[in-house]
């Protein structure tokens, strides 16, 4: 098992940034693909950034690119995501997952086996 546990959430203005963090617990996190979801009320979780075990691969949404950033310590066992030039349409709940698959050079964007419970972003205009 492994336990994710997200902090770095807060109110910031629009253009401000935040650096999200993910500690994990239990089994290491150092071989398994992780990535970054958030989800508004009434929508669907959507994926914002992946970065596979070693840091080799990374994958950004479309809305994420050029101004998130994912990175790992798998030293410390967690997973960051610095955001810059926030705007109010990034205002989500923002969670950390991880993968279940052996360590590869891949970016899954779905099928996430482990969950934080999520560190609220909320953008002012």
């Known amino acids: 098992q492994v336990q994710l546990v997200e902090s770095g959430g807060g109110l910031v203005q629009t253009g401000g940034s935040l650096r999200l963090s993910c500690g994990a617990s239990?089994?290491?996190?150092?071989?398994?693909?992780m990535a970054w979801f958030r989800q508004t009320p009434g929508k669907e979780r959507e994926f914002v950034a992946g970065?596979?075990?070693?840091?080799?691969?990374?994958h950004y949404a479309d809305a994420a690119n050029g101004r998130f950033t994912i990175s790992r310590d798998n030293a410390k066992n967690t997973l960051y995501l610095q955001m810059n030039s926030l705007k109010p349409e990034d205002t989500a709940v923002y969670f950390c997952?991880?993968?279940?698959?052996?360590?590869?050079?891949?970016?899954?964007?779905?099928?996430?086996?482990?969950w934080g419970q999520g560190t609220q972003v909320t953008v002012s205009s």
């Open positions: 970065i596979n075990w070693n840091g080799i691969t990374i």
């Open positions: 997952a991880a993968d279940d698959a052996p360590p590869g050079f891949g970016v899954p964007q779905s099928g996430y086996h482990y």
């Open positions: 239990g089994r290491t996190i150092s071989y398994r693909a």
